[in-house]
């Protein structure tokens, strides 16, 4: 059973910084992608970032410049750096994979931004 393990979310001032981490363990075949998805209140679950097993990235255009995915292949983890964070990037932040045709997510870790 393949399980994400989501860490390093919290409680941020305005133009700090956070890394969040995902471990997927679980599975028998190397992950297409791996990334990160996120959900503000009141709205749909959106892109953030996501790479492929290639090491392409796709961002989204909020975050553009602010965020940096990263992603060991080895250690089967992806992180993400957020830097300059702002107050509209507060959100429940769900890791996801993607394996064989199947989607999997963790349970997600809450990021605020709030002075």
């Known amino acids: 059973q393949v399980q994400l393990v989501e860490s390093g979310g919290g409680l941020v001032q305005p133009g700090g910084s956070l890394n969040l981490s995902c471990a997927v363990s679980?599975?028998?075949?190397?992950?297409?992608?791996m990334g990160w998805y996120r959900q503000a209140a009141g709205k749909q679950r959106e892109l953030v970032a996501v790479a492929t097993g290639g090491g392409s990235t796709n961002y989204g255009d909020s975050v553009k410049g602010r965020f940096t995915l990263s992603r060991d292949n080895v250690k089967n983890t992806v992180y993400l750096q957020m830097n300059s964070l702002k107050p509209e990037d507060t959100a429940v932040y769900y890791c996801?994979?993607?394996?064989?045709?199947?989607?999997?997510w963790g349970q997600g870790t809450q990021v605020t931004v709030s002075s």
């Open positions: 679980g599975n028998r075949f190397t992950a297409n992608l």
């Open positions: 996801y994979t993607r394996i064989l045709v199947f989607d999997h």
